[in-house]
């Protein structure tokens, strides 16, 4: 039984799923869409939308201390491990944001792959 396991395993070890969600989570926020699995796209949601409201804290945090948003920057780009789609998520993303609560992002689906009928999804940005 998996009392108290959450997360998705999707068939990778540890070091494996890390750099999948990682991966993915850099497409999307460097392409504004992307397609892939429904698993993937639900396991990769949760982690781009906190990334979503981290950056939004940041940006709100540069009026009041400067610490602050340096902070925010340095904890997504630990977990993002590229500059260019940091300042892109900080500068780009997160502005169009202010003012939603959340659901930063949306899944489409678009039915089954050919090859192993697997459900695909089309994980994008909310406009």
Request: hydrophobic letters at 40%; charged letters at 35%.
């Given at each position: 039984m998996r009392h108290k396991i959450s997360g998705k395993r999707l068939g990778r070890n540890t070091g494996g799923r890390r750099a999948l969600r990682r991966n993915l989570i850099?497409?999307?926020?460097?392409?504004?869409?992307?397609?892939?699995?429904?698993?993937?796209a639900e396991a990769v949601r949760g982690g781009a939308?906190?990334?979503?409201?981290?950056?939004?804290?940041?940006?709100?945090?540069?009026?009041d201390n400067a610490a602050k948003m340096v902070h925010a920057r340095r904890?997504?780009?630990?977990?993002?491990?590229d500059a260019g789609i940091v300042r892109k998520l900080f500068d780009?993303?997160?502005?169009?944001?202010?003012?939603r609560p959340g659901g930063y992002?949306?899944?489409?689906?678009?039915?089954?792959?050919?090859?192993?009928?697997a459900e695909m999804v089309l994980l994008e940005l909310v406009e």
């Open positions: 850099k497409q999307l926020f460097e392409f504004e869409r992307i397609q892939t699995t429904r698993a993937k939308e906190k990334l979503i409201t981290l950056a939004k804290r940041g940006n709100a945090a540069a009026d904890l997504a780009a630990a977990r993002l491990n780009d993303i997160a502005p169009r944001y202010s003012e992002t949306r899944m489409i689906k678009l039915g089954p792959r050919e090859s192993d009928k």
